[in-house]
Each structure stands twice: as structure tokens, then as C-alpha cells.
């Protein structure tokens, strides 16, 4: 992935929009790039700046999507495949609100270009569960209140999701600190984080937290 | 009207009070019914929704051929136009429609301030045409802080007469200022007695400047609006809203519509702190920019802010340089404050510093509140949770303690001695033996006196807010069907608080039902005449109005119950799962009864009365209860690095009666933890050479995260007022007043020197512990 980091949208906002717009020859926008699906990351492709097709996997499903390479994930889930689980926040990785995971790992999808993401596997809070079938973790949530507006909650829970993942069969063995450092990227502006730890601790096994959070 | 007696109190006091209620009034929920649905903690009914990510915000709308704007801000602080051209934008890919917003001639004031706007077809599209939009500036001079902007010598912001901006995020009773000298505007003086004199008598007087910084909302889901139109007389909106109907009301003025023809919907609300009010931002209209595009286009227009235009242009918590003058008499007795502050609401108004100086010490006779708005060239203030309190709260609790401090006092025992709030007193009493008040002091005291690098500390503040409930507002529809399915209406948006889930609660309450089964629709305004949430109305009135709806059609009900079971309304005994009985052991279940409905459904409608009274205590001698509530802080603070570490906040709050005591906790919580981060983290930094933002995001803009938190402990204490007939009062902005100044005052005790300026940084820690070369004052 060494290479992506250098196409990273961030790199060009750091450059400045305006170097970048007069810079670049841009052919009409809505041309269709006659490249085939760029499927893999390591593929070699020179492509753009129109749109090109990305294939990858999304919440289990094949997803292909055709965006400027310019687009960032969350803009093609959000605005092509209309997956709007993930939230745009800040668009710049501070606030967590649009983490996905990426081949199992939680991502900042603002901060990463769709075509990153060339033949990855890419969960969002949808594939956590349905409404009608709950995980227990997001069903633990709503009974902690660990939500209020609930626009964090998204980034929230798969930030919390791939810590129990990652803690596999040791999940028993987690503690608040550790709750809070999975999280320590997800900003919440209602102030539901000591619900949030109380919601991964008892999915968790672990014993809650030690600090009085609750009412008394 | 009919004169009831209902009974009221709190902890293990009650007492008898006479209300008029009008005649269609249920009997309130008074200090003795027993509720088995209100008051329980009900996980939030539309949690499944937000937890699986389908919950479908503002931000998540798409229509069929929608298009997206985006709005070019002034780069500058302060100029004229002298020419703007949207011709080589309106060729740019993907482009459809632009706007111009300014005109050659017209002013800037602030950087951040509407210049134009385009609409394409992706947002990316937009604002890469942005670049193209050509505008000429011609640079005047601008200030963008208060000091400056206050002296004779400043530039002046505003040439003539300024409108002040009122929403229903603004505390009823506020605004109302005078006319500006230069760019400072007096605010209404709040007076009793003559503090001048009794301050020139008291044996112990303190006097110092107490400095609060601005803050912005920051709420996730930025101000956004989608709007469409139904041929060239309707629209159909989307916004991200704490006010539907003022969305609507907007709308229908800005474009000449009938308000009937404008529908709002907002399902769901990525949060709201006061600032979304309207279809517009204090700083920037894009209602009439979403309106407008998408007239002039003939497609659906969405206008989202991004954080950058979130941060500078809609909206912010004014700051405040407040001078405080208290003392006391030789017998301990708190004989005068005086508070005098100049803030900036930018160039909006209303840096006031809240009622806690006048309103919460009311033993002392002689009080003076004076606030005067500073206009500065930055993006306007607008109400901000409990606009004005937690300015004033920090400035009055810190210079009480150090009052305190300098007359030998027990800071503790100086508030509860000055305050007559029942409700309030008890909480102090009861909240130090549970916060372990006098243990955590001594080990203050003896931390300083051994000069240990990590030192404790605990203080102690109140909150002071009244039930701004209001009668008739809010209009609820209640429909029961003949398949038994019971739905409670109303127009009001949830943003975040849960009405929605109380307002199943509540329907439940009545019918005996459990609350899942009651289907609440809300968050449109065709569901009918709702209030905004702002000033911590909206349960106070809107859950009365859902009680009233649903007794209309229980006693509906009841009637044709009679009816089938052949006996008098009178005789019919209503039961568990709304079963109904008669006492000759006749039954009819809940279902079975819905089926003989003559019409295929009963519709009724409630409306919540005016407020009937209050006890114990009323709110700035208004016809309304006052809210109580204190929070106790406890920190330590690393005296090299000059860290402050929140270890824990108790807070004992009341909010009439409790509906849900799960989301209200929630709300207790998130007004602590945004407390927190006002006292530690938060602060807009003006470059004061180009007059802007420097940290317009959410990176160098700290809000706190899970890790910056103190361990919080929620008490609710139940508060039977005699209000209105479910009891409710709301607790949002009451939440929050307190933490900062409680914080403030636990940082004094630990260190034995104050910090007077928010947020308290590692920096000013240092300082104030005279270890920066040239601040502060050794210890």
C-alpha cells in the first residue's frame, strides 16, 4: 500500500486545490475512461482524471463504481453507491465518523481514495447487522444509550467492532482504557462515550468499568 | 378552568398546592402517581435505525436529479466589492446554476461571509468551480478582538444600526440591547439594591478579570438543507434542523409561499447545540441559496456546509472579558457582586453572561449584571446550550472561591448560605457527602502545603434554568386504528434527545400499552404545530400535548367499550394491555375493542396547557418553575507540565419529572463532557494580521474525546413542580452551565492560585504557577 499514501487526497489538499485545477489538462468530466476495472491496487494503470471503474468487495456484496481517481471511498460510498452508514464529518481523518474497515483493519474512508481500495474487502456498519437482527454489539448499544444523534455511531461501532475482532478470544480480558483507546479517533459531540465502553465491555464479557459512570 | 389540588415536592418534603386547569386537562401526574411506563430507563426507540446505519440523516437524502451547491466565502475580513463575475464558473464541468450573493458596492464583515454559489452535479464539481467564480476586493480595515475592537480608535464593524437575531434557541426574556458607541452595545443591566455601596463597606472584597473564550457548536452533521420544488408555489425540504416549522417559516418568507405549501421533513438530526434555527445559519443563507438554485434550475438543490464553512460561519458561543467584583461583611454574609463584561458575538449580538450572577445567590442584596456586545469582524454568534451561563457561571463561582479564600470561608457553605432555591440547597448538602466534599478538601489543602508535583482539587458550581415549556405549541394528533395500532403525531424533530421515545412513553403511560408498540411519527411538519428544541422546551411541551391526545381517545374508547359491553362509560375499568373491564366481569382486550371501532379510525388531538405552576421555586420571578442543579469537579494537575486531568464530576440535576431516565442521564452526560471541553480544549484562535480562523476543523479545534473525560456520576433528583400534566421539564442546556466553573474552581483548590481564563491550558497552569519567566505570580 506504500504507493497509495502518495495518491492520498490529502496530499493534494496539502498541495493546494488551485496548483492542482490549473496544473492538470483536465479532459470533459463526464468522458467514460474506456480502461477496464481497475481491480487490484497493484495493477499497473495510469488512468484519469476521468472517471474510472474500481471493483471491490462491499459489506460481503461485489461492488464496482466508476469515480474520478481523485474521489475519496466515503464519497463513492456515499454518493455513488448510496451507502450512507458512514458519516463525512470532518473529511480530513480528526473525527472517526466515516470508519470502515478495510481488509478487516478500521479506516478513515475520507482519507483514502476509492481506488485504494482495488480488490479490498470493505465493511461498513451495515453489514454489522440489520435493524430487524441486531448484533450484539449494536444491540448493546441501544440499550446503554451509548447514541443520541447517532452520527458518530457508525464510525463508532465498527471502531469498536474490529477491537473485539481483533481481541478474538481474550475479549473477556479488555478494560475501559482499552475501549477507549479503539475509540480514541471517534469524536462524539453528544457526549455518549461512557456508554459507548459500557456497550463493548458487556459485549466484551468483561467485567464493566471500574469508575462510577453510571447514575448513582 | 377547574381549581385542583395536586400535590408536589421533592426528596421526602410534599406538599398540597391549588391549580386552575382548564376543563379538557387530565389530572397531572403529580407528586403521588405511580407511572409504570414514564420515568423508566427505555432504551431509545429508533436506536435499531441508528445502530445499523439506516437511519437516514439530512446529509444522507439523494433525489432524483439533485444537485449540488457549493458557496464561495469571502477570503477577506473586511472590504468592498468592486466587481464579482460567475461567467467563466458557469462554464465549468458539470455546472448548472450560480448564484451571486454579493453585488459591486456591497460589504464584507466577517471572512466566511456568502459571496456566491454555484450548484453541480457532484459536490465536487462545485466546489471545484468555485475557483472560477472572479471577485474583486478592495481590503478595509477590520478587528477581530474584543480589546481592540472596544477602544474609540477601532475600526468600525457596522456602519448604522444592527438587528438583533433572535431564535428559539435564545433564552425567552433575553435580547432587547441599546444603541452601539463605536462597536460596543449595552446589553439590559440586571440590578437589585446598590452594590456600589455595599461593596465600598464590606470587610472583604475581590476584584479581578475573568476571561472565557469563544467556542463553536461543532454538532457531526453540519448545517445542510435540500430543497425542491413542487411547481413554482410549494417546496418540499430536507434540513438538518433543531425547528421545522422554523425551516418552513423561513422558506415561505424569503420566496413569498404560503407556509402550508413549504413541507419540512427531518427524520433524524446529526445534533443540534442551538445553532440550527431556520433554514439558514446565523452567518450564511442557505436556505435562500438552496431555495434559489434550485428555482433557477428547476432540479432538487442540496447545500451541505462543509466543517471549514461549519466552523466560521454558523454560529459560536460568544466569549467574554468579565470584571467581577464580590465581597462580603465581617460576619461572612456575601453583601455584592457585580459583574461587567464586553464579549464579541462577532457581528451578531448576544455576549451576555446568563442569569447565575443575579438569579442564584439571591441572599445577596446587592447585585449589578452588566454586559455590553464588542462587534468584531468574526462569523456571528447565535445561541449556544444555555447561551450566556456557562460564560457567567465560571467567571462568578471562581471569584467566589477565591473570595472565600481571602476571607477564610468554606466556599461550600458561602453558596448554600446565599442560595434559597430549596431544591438546590438540598442538592449541595446531599451531593458533598456522596462527593466526599470535606475529605477531598483536606487532601487539597495538605497536597499544597507538602507542594507536590500532582495536586487534587475540588470545586463546587450551580445551574440555574427555568421551564420555558410552552402552552398550546405544540399540537399532537393521536390515531387509533381498528387493527390496534396506536400512533402519537407531531412536527417536532428529534435531535438527538429521544422525544420521540418519550413520546411512546408517555402514549403507553395513558393506555396501559408497552411503549414498542406505540408508532411515533415526527420530524415532518405536516404532523402538526410543534416547538423548536431550544431553551430546553421541548419535552415540557411537547409531552403534555401527547398525554392529552391520547386520554382524548382512551375516553373515545372507553365509549365504545361501554357501548359493547353494555354498561356506563363510568362503569368501564381500564386495565393492563389496555384490557377493559366492567364490574360485572365483563372483558374486552385491547384488540378485540379497536375492532368495534365505528370509524376506521379514532383521531384526537391534545394540546398542552399554559403552565399551571410551579413549586418550589420560580425562575426569575416568572409564573414558572425553577431548575436546579449543582456539580461537583474534582481534578488533578501536574504542577511541571501543567496538565489539568478531570478525574470526576458529580452532578445533581433536577428536570421536573424524570419521563426516561436513561436519555435523560444521556443529556446529563453530554452537557458535562461538553463542559469539559469548554474548560480544557476548546477556543476559535483569530489570526489577528489576516482576520480569520486559524483552526477551522476538528483537529486544531479540540473538542474532547473519550480519553479527555472526567468518570461521571449522574443523581436526578425528581422534582413534583405541579407544571403541566406529565410533569416534564428539560435538562439539555442545565447540564452544561456548571461543569467549566466547577472545574475552574478545582484547579484553584488544587494549585492555590486561579487560572482566570478559559480554556485552562498547560500553559496557563504554568503561568499561573509563576513558572513562565515574566506571567503569572510565583506561589
Redesign the interface.
Known amino acids: 500500500m506504500a504507493s497509495s499514501t502518495l495518491t492520498r487526497r490529502g496530499l493534494l489538499r496539502g498541495v493546494g ?2 496548483t492542482v ?1 490549473t496544473s492538470c489538462v ?1 479532459k ?3 468522458g467514460k475512461s474506456d480502461h477496464p476495472p481497475i481491480t487490484n491496487v497493484h495493477t499497473p494503470a495510469e488512468i484519469g482524471p476521468e472517471p474510472t471503474s474500481v471493483s471491490f468487495t462491499l459489506d460481503g456484496k461485489p461492488a464496482i463504481v466508476q469515480v ?1 481517481p ?2 475519496t471511498l466515503l ?1 463513492a460510498l ?2 455513488d453507491l ?1 451507502v ?12 472517526g ?1 466515516c470508519t470502515v474497515m478495510v481488509d478487516g483493519v478500521p479506516r478513515n474512508a475520507c482519507m483514502m481514495l476509492a481506488h485504494d481500495v482495488a480488490g479490498a474487502n470493505v465493511t ?3 453489514a ?5 437482527a ?1 448484533s450484539e454489539l ?2 448493546a ?3 446503554h ?1 451509548a ?8 464510525g463508532m ?1 465498527v471502531s469498536c467492532a474490529a477491537l473485539l475482532q481483533r481481541r478474538g478470544p481474550t475479549r473477556n480480558k479488555l478494560t475501559a482504557e482499552e ?3 479503539a ?15 459500557a456497550a463493548v465491555l458487556e459485549t466484551a464479557g468483561a467485567p464493566p468499568p471500574t ?6 | 378552568m377547574t381549581r385542583t389540588k395536586i400535590d408536589v415536592g421533592f426528596g421526602d418534603t410534599r406538599t398540597t398546592i391549588e391549580v386552575d386547569l382548564p376543563e379538557s386537562e387530565p389530572r397531572p401526574w403529580d407528586a403521588r402517581a405511580e407511572l409504570a411506563v414514564v420515568g423508566r430507563e427505555l ?2 426507540i ?12 439530512t ?2 437524502i ?1 433525489l432524483p436529479r439533485m444537485l449540488h451547491a457549493a458557496v464561495l466565502r469571502a477570503s477577506l475580513p473586511a472590504a468592498t466589492i468592486k466587481s464579482i463575475s460567475l461567467a467563466k464558473a458557469e462554464k465549468r ?2 455546472v448548472v446554476g450560480v448564484l451571486a450573493l454579493v453585488k459591486p458596492g456591497d460589504r464584507v464583515l466577517f471572512a466566511g461571509q456568502d459571496v456566491a454559489a454555484v450548484a453541480a452535479s ?4 462545485a ?2 468551480a468555485l ?1 472560477y467564480v472572479e471577485v474583486e476586493y478592495e481590503a478595509a480595515p477590520f478587528v477581530v478582538d474584543v480589546v481592540t475592537a472596544a477602544k474609540a480608535t477601532a475600526p468600525r464593524v457596522h456602519q448604522g444600526n444592527v438587528a438583533e437575531r433572535q431564535t428559539e434557541g435564545d433564552e425567552p426574556g433575553t435580547g432587547r440591547g441599546g444603541t452601539a458607541e463605536g462597536n460596543v452595545r449595552p446589553m439590559p443591566v440586571s440590578q437589585r439594591g446598590n452594590v456600589d455601596a455595599a461593596l465600598k463597606k464590606a470587610a472583604v472584597v475581590h476584584e479581578a478579570e475573568y476571561i472565557t473564550q469563544v467556542q463553536t457548536h ?5 448545517h445542510g438543507i435540500i430543497v425542491a420544488w413542487r411547481g413554482d408555489d410549494a417546496m418540499d425540504v430536507w434540513c438538518s434542523t433543531q425547528g421545522t416549522f422554523s425551516v418552513r417559516d423561513e422558506l415561505a418568507q424569503i420566496f413569498g409561499l404560503d407556509p402550508r405549501n413549504v413541507e419540512v421533513v427531518s427524520d ?6 442551538g445553532a440550527k434555527f431556520g433554514a439558514s445559519a446565523p452567518g450564511t443563507r442557505l436556505g435562500f441559496v438552496a431555495g434559489e438554485l434550485a428555482r433557477t434550475t428547476g432540479r432538487p438543490v442540496k447545500l451541505m456546509c ?2 471549514h464553512e461549519e466552523q466560521v460561519c454558523t454560529g459560536n458561543r460568544p466569549d467574554s472579558f468579565q470584571r467581577l467584583r464580590v465581597g462580603v461583611d465581617a460576619t461572612g454574609r456575601l453583601v455584592g457582586i457585580h459583574a461587567k463584561s464586553l464579549g464579541t458575538a462577532g457581528i451578531g449580538t448576544g455576549a451576555g453572561i446568563g442569569r447565575n450572577a443575579f438569579g442564584v445567590y439571591t441572599r445577596c442584596p446587592n447585585v449589578r449584571v452588566e454586559a455590553s456586545d464588542v462587534f468584531t469582524n468574526c462569523g456571528p454568534a447565535t445561541a449556544m446550550r444555555a447561551p450566556g451561563h456557562p460564560q457567567g457561571a465560571f467567571a462568578l463561582e471562581l471569584a467566589l472561591d477565591e473570595l472565600a479564600a481571602k476571607a477564610k470561608l468554606d466556599p461550600l457553605r458561602l453558596r448554600i448560605d446565599h442560595d434559597e432555591h430549596p431544591v438546590r440547597r438540598w442538592q449541595a448538602e446531599e451531593g458533598a457527602k ?1 462527593f466526599g466534599w470535606t475529605a477531598a478538601r483536606k487532601r487539597s489543602a495538605d497536597q499544597r502545603a507538602r507542594n507536590t508535583r500532582l495536586r487534587r482539587g475540588v470545586g463546587m458550581a450551580a445551574s440555574i434554568w427555568g421551564d420555558f415549556g410552552r402552552g398550546g405549541a405544540a399540537q399532537v394528533t393521536c390515531r387509533i386504528a381498528r387493527d390496534g395500532r396506536v400512533t402519537v403525531e407531531n412536527g417536532v424533530q428529534d ?4 422525544i420521540g421515545t418519550v413520546m411512546a412513553q408517555v402514549a403507553a403511560e395513558v393506555l396501559l400499552l408497552d411503549p414498542r408498540a406505540i408508532t411515533v411519527r415526527i420530524g415532518h411538519t405536516a404532523y402538526g404545530p410543534s416547538v423548536g428544541s431550544g431553551g430546553s422546551t421541548t419535552t415540557s411541551s411537547v409531552t403534555p400535548a401527547v398525554r392529552n391526545a391520547v386520554e382524548k381517545a382512551k375516553i373515545e374508547l372507553i365509549a365504545v367499550a361501554a357501548a359493547q359491553l353494555g354498561a356506563k362509560p363510568s362503569q368501564v375499568v381500564w386495565g393492563a394491555g389496555g384490557t377493559v373491564t366492567t364490574a360485572a366481569g365483563k372483558t374486552l382486550s385491547f384488540a378485540a375493542l379497536c375492532k368495534k371501532l365505528p370509524a376506521e379510525e379514532i383521531l384526537a388531538t391534545g394540546s398542552r396547557a399554559r403552565t399551571y405552576g410551579h413549586h418550589p421555586a420560580s425562575f426569575m420571578g416568572e409564573p414558572m418553575q425553577q431548575i436546579a442543579g449543582v456539580q461537583f469537579a474534582e481534578v488533578e494537575v501536574d504542577t511541571w507540565t501543567g496538565v489539568v486531568r478531570p478525574v ?1 464530576v458529580l452532578a445533581i440535576h433536577d428536570a421536573g419529572r424524570i419521563m426516561n ?3 435523560a ?2 443529556q446529563v ?6 463542559g469539559t471541553s469548554y474548560a480544557l480544549l476548546e477556543e476559535r484562535v483569530m489570526d489577528r494580521d489576516f482576520g480569520r480562523m486559524l483552526n477551522p ?3 486544531s479545534y479540540k ?1 474532547a ?3 479527555d ?1 472526567p ?6 433528583t425528581d422534582v413534583y413542580a405541579g407544571n403541566n400534566s406529565t410533569g416534564a421539564i428539560g435538562i439539555g442546556e442545565p447540564a452544561t452551565i456548571p461543569t467549566a466553573a466547577a472545574i475552574a474552581c478545582a484547579v484553584f483548590d488544587a494549585l492555590g492560585v486561579p487560572v482566570r481564563s478559559l480554556p485552562i491550558t498547560p500553559a496557563k497552569v504554568l503561568a499561573a504557577l509563576g513558572k513562565v519567566p515574566g506571567k503569572g505570580t510565583p506561589t
Open positions: 486545490t488551485a485545477v483536465r470533459p468530466n463526464d474520478e481523485r474521489v464519497e456515499r454518493l448510496d450512507t452508514g458512514p458519516k463525512l464529518v470532518c473529511d480530513r481523518g480528526a473525527c465518523a461498513t456498519v451495515a454489522l447487522g440489520t435493524p430487524e441486531l449494536q444491540a448499544f441501544v440499550r444509550d447514541l443520541q444523534c447517532g452520527f458518530c455511531t457508525s461501532l475501549v477507549e483507546d475509540i480514541a479517533g471517534n469524536l462524539c459531540r453528544c457526549g455518549t462515550y461512557p456508554h459507548v465502553v469508575s462510577r459512570r453510571g447514575e448513582a | 432504551p431509545r429508533d436506536g435499531a435505525l441508528k445502530v445499523s446505519g439506516r437511519a437516514r440523516y446529509f444522507d439523494s464541468p458539470g457532484r459536490p465536487e464539481l466546489r471545484d475557483a461543532s454538532a457531526l452533521e453540519t433524524y438530526v446529526g445534533g443540534g447545540f462543509d466543517r456522596r435531535i438527538g434527545t429521544g470526576r431516565r436513561l436519555t442521564r444521556s452526560n453530554g452537557g458535562i463532557i461538553l476543523n476538528l483537529e473538542i474525546g473519550p480519553r473525560i468518570d461521571i456520576e449522574v443523581v436526578l
